[in-house]
């Protein structure tokens, strides 16, 4: 998927108003939505609390188009005009999702269909490391550095107890949701995680890795579950993030029959988005509500 700082700049243009913030703001948390559960992936898989295969089918059917929707149902309750902010956040969403299958995953794709149907859309036509991505992530890292140090008037009105009461069914279909569509998922094997998941069925299959961890010292590459499997055939030179196709010899070795190595920031670029991200938030918002609050109090 392209970084955060892509999608910014690619999608938050058109939503640039001179005298009002607001369209800006919702249109940036709407580039945001889809990416939630891939940082809950992250963020959790390390911790081991969960099944990491079980978080990961959780979490494909979140990041779907539909349960997307919802989300952006339950932030629009908190919204004044929630028709045209629910506007903004869906077309954020799908523009999110339609950039990601843009480019090119290997065994990757979103879900725009669910639950519908499982299959994945990917149309393949750039690498991350593609000129434009990088232009997309220069565009959105102005963007927001611009907006950053620009005064702005309260942009977004906290929602009030009785709104974030009507937010509540949406959030909470938001919740649930994903949990009726991990068996369909499955069943599916996408991102083949069925296959990974039953380790003793492995030989013979084929399966694609999506930016896996590589270590070129032990020719080794490491699942986003943490389980490091061998490498033979087709390998870089160097360690990093790479993608494999290929199939399982046995349960534990795993020929790769086509790599492309990554050689893009994105992790980085990703992080300094959702920096500058929440920081325009908190500037937009929370800050001006904090000074409101406190000239209110008077002098002491």
């Given at each position: ?64 188009l539909f349960c997307c929707l919802l989300l952006a149902a339950a932030l629009s309750w ?42 994945m859309t990917r149309f393949a036509f750039l690498w991350p490391e593609h000129p434009l ?168």
């Amino acid at each position: 998927m392209p970084n955060t700082l892509c999608h910014c700049g690619v999608q938050l243009p058109f939503f640039v108003r001179r005298d009002d913030r607001a369209p800006l703001l919702w249109a940036m948390i709407g580039c945001i939505i889809p990416d939630l559960p891939w940082m809950a992936v992250k963020a959790l898989v390390p911790l081991a609390l969960v099944n990491p295969y079980a978080l990961r089918l959780y979490c494909t059917a979140q990041a779907s188009l539909f349960c997307c929707l919802l989300l952006a149902a339950a932030l629009s309750w908190c919204a004044s005009r929630r028709a045209l902010v629910f506007a903004i956040l869906a077309l954020n969403c799908l523009l999110h999702l339609l950039l990601d299958a843009v480019e090119i995953k290997w065994g990757n794709g979103v879900h725009l269909l669910l639950p519908f149907s499982t299959e994945m859309t990917r149309f393949a036509f750039l690498w991350p490391e593609h000129p434009l991505v990088l232009l997309g992530s220069g565009l959105g890292l102005a963007l927001l550095l611009a907006h950053l140090f620009t005064p702005c008037r309260v942009a977004v009105a906290l929602p009030s107890r009785r709104r974030a009461l009507q937010a509540a069914l949406p959030l909470l279909l938001y919740l649930t949701v994903p949990l009726a569509l991990m068996g369909p998922l499955e069943k599916a094997d996408a991102y083949s995680l069925h296959t990974l998941r039953l380790a003793d069925e492995r030989g013979g299959k084929e399966v694609c890795f999506d930016r896996a961890h590589y270590f070129a010292t032990s020719h080794q590459l490491r699942t986003f579950a943490g389980e490091d499997i061998a490498v033979v055939g087709r390998l870089p030179d160097q360690s990093g993030r790479v993608s494999f196709c290929g199939r399982f010899v046995t349960p534990k070795l795993f020929r790769a029959e086509e790599m492309y190595p990554h050689r893009d920031p994105r992790d980085l670029a990703t992080l300094a988005g959702l920096f500058l991200a929440c920081a325009l938030l908190a500037q937009s918002v929370i800050l001006p509500h904090f000074r409101s609050a406190k000239n209110s109090q008077g002098p002491p």
